[in-house]
């Protein structure tokens, strides 16, 4: 039979006369919670928490008649047999995880010392968190989160790897070949500064074209990379003012407007990044070469897709004749890499509409 008083403290009984029988046990307390002697002694066990490991022992003498001397003995805890003063309780407290064993036997004055006696087997198991299973589970958790710590540190490593090879191959690509194209048009400005000094004229105008265009490009770099621009309000917001700025000196009237639940879209650098330079070719297109008077960008959040448009009343051209060139060339491609679909749609005399459609996951 088991008493529910938590976990895997163990108590065992016995009762064994001896010559002793003016004695008798009267008590059992764990913690101030007292248990019925005659109960215990009818058990097998007594299931206890491993904190209730303080109990007291009473006891009492049957016969007065019979004086004799009472020893215990607490084995597993006490070396020798303990002789009981005149107190009629024997206390144990804060007893470590193990096995013991409880005697108390007496010693009558005429017939000597008892070998018969009263006994318990009390058990104290280890608490839960010194437990075999608990201690694997620990280590194995430690073992999870080291893990886990490693993980995120490869990740950063990789993600900083990878973005210094980003940005050496966009300095190489956008920056080297522009520096190329400068320094060949500054050696040919060169040579004909004394026998066509109009020609001369024109390869300095097209190195100023090429070294606007290699600002830019490194600024868009620069402002890609920042960490201070991770976030969708600052891409918005960069987005507004580049359109402000390259529109309003052609007297192009703007109709601009996003979303407020764009605002809570995250984008990774290179998203980012490609998103902006395709809105910044189809703004620069639209200025450079549509002659329009209005323009309508529109940037909305529906579905978990984000549509784009850039609509303007310009001149429009024929798409199947057109000169891909790089502009739209690179266009298809930053659509491509954002897993987007892309169209753009236009008609002489009617203006030109781009349209991009990415999914946001």
């Avoid at 400068?182 to 066509?196: F, V």
């Avoid at 024109?202 to 960490?227: C, F, G, Q, T």
Wanted: charged letters at 25%; glycine letters at 4%.
């Amino acid at each position: 039979m088991v008493i529910p008083l938590g976990t895997r403290t163990i108590v065992s009984a016995q009762s064994l006369p001896g010559s002793c029988d003016g004695m008798k046990l009267t008590a059992f307390k764990i913690i101030n919670a007292e248990f019925p002697i005659d109960s215990l002694l009818k058990l097998k066990t007594i299931e206890l928490s491993n904190h209730q490991n303080s109990f007291s022992i009473g006891y009492k003498v049957m016969d007065s008649l019979q004086p004799a001397y009472y020893y215990y003995k607490l084995e597993g805890s006490d070396k020798n047999w303990i002789r009981a003063t005149n107190s009629s309780v024997i206390n144990y407290t804060l007893l470590t995880p193990g096995t013991y064993h409880f005697k108390i036997k007496c010693q009558n004055r005429t017939a000597g010392v008892s070998r018969e006696y009263i006994a318990f087997r009390i058990d104290i198991n280890l608490p839960f968190w010194l437990n075999g299973w608990f201690i694997i589970l620990s280590f194995l958790a430690f073992v999870g989160i080291i893990y886990y710590l490693h993980s995120l540190t490869i990740k950063r490593l990789m993600a900083v790897e990878s973005v210094r090879q980003k940005v050496s191959r966009d300095l190489h690509d956008d920056i080297g070949s522009t520096l190329s194209t400068i320094n060949i048009l500054s050696l040919m400005a060169k040579s004909k500064l004394q026998e066509n000094p109009s020609k001369t004229i024109e390869y300095l105008d097209k190195i100023s074209d090429n070294s606007s265009r290699m600002m830019e490009a490194m600024d868009d770099i620069v402002w890609s990379i920042n960490p201070v621009n991770d976030n969708m309000q600052k891409l918005l917001a960069r987005m507004r003012s580049f359109a402000t700025e390259v529109l309003e000196p052609k007297n192009i009237d703007l109709d601009l407007h996003f979303d407020e639940a764009l605002n809570d879209i995250h984008l990774d650098m290179e998203t980012r990044r490609d998103l902006f330079l395709l809105f910044k070719e189809a703004v620069n297109n639209t200025a450079k070469y549509s002659d329009a008077t209005h323009i309508v960008i529109h940037m909305r959040l529906k579905n978990k897709i984000m549509k784009l448009t850039v609509q303007d009343n310009g001149c429009g051209f024929e798409v199947e004749k057109a000169d891909s060139g790089n502009g739209l060339n690179n266009m298809q491609k930053r659509a491509e890499k954002l897993k987007s679909k892309y169209a753009i749609t236009s008609e002489k005399g009617k203006g030109t509409t781009v349209i991009l459609e990415m999914p946001i996951t």
